[in-house]
């Protein structure tokens, strides 16, 4: 499972323009071979493949999320690592947004703040 820029709430880094370019030259090949009713998916190696609608959808054609374990160590590490808009940056972003509230990832999500997760010196804050 792959986090894309958007759920991390962050700038596109190298990784996500290789993954969008592969992706929209798999529209390009599967149009091509006329497949219809899937979307396109990739491999690591980076291989096209199609994932129709039919295998992956309900009985009431709803397709269910697919949900990731935010607590695996790769959850974790990705999540550890993310550099977010919260609380402490609203003033500043007013600047750019009407309504910066509507972009804090963890708002969003309902998670609590900590001192880890927005980076905060706990000696620092006491000071």
């Known amino acids: ?28 090949k599967l149009f091509d071979q006329g497949l219809k009713g899937c979307i396109v998916s ?4 980076a291989e096209i493949v199609p994932i129709f609608l ?8 709803i397709i269910p999320p ?8 790769f959850s974790q590490l990705v999540l550890s690592d993310m550099h977010v808009l919260t609380h402490l940056d609203y003033k500043k972003a007013k600047k750019w947004l009407t ?10 999500l309902d998670w609590e703040y900590t001192n880890a997760l927005l980076r905060l010196d706990p000696v620092k804050e006491k000071g």
């Not at 309504?99 to 969003?108: A, K, L, M, Q, V």
């Open 1 to 28: 499972v792959e986090m894309g820029y958007e759920l991390r709430c962050h700038r596109p880094v190298a990784y996500d323009l290789t993954l969008c370019t592969v992706l929209g030259m798999g529209v390009k």
């Open 42 to 45: 990739t491999t690591r190696t």
């Open 54 to 61: 039919k295998d992956i959808e309900d009985k009431d054609g």
């Open 66 to 73: 697919r949900l990731v374990n935010i607590e695996s160590e």
């Open 99 to 108: 309504i910066p509230e509507t972009y804090d990832f963890y708002r969003i």
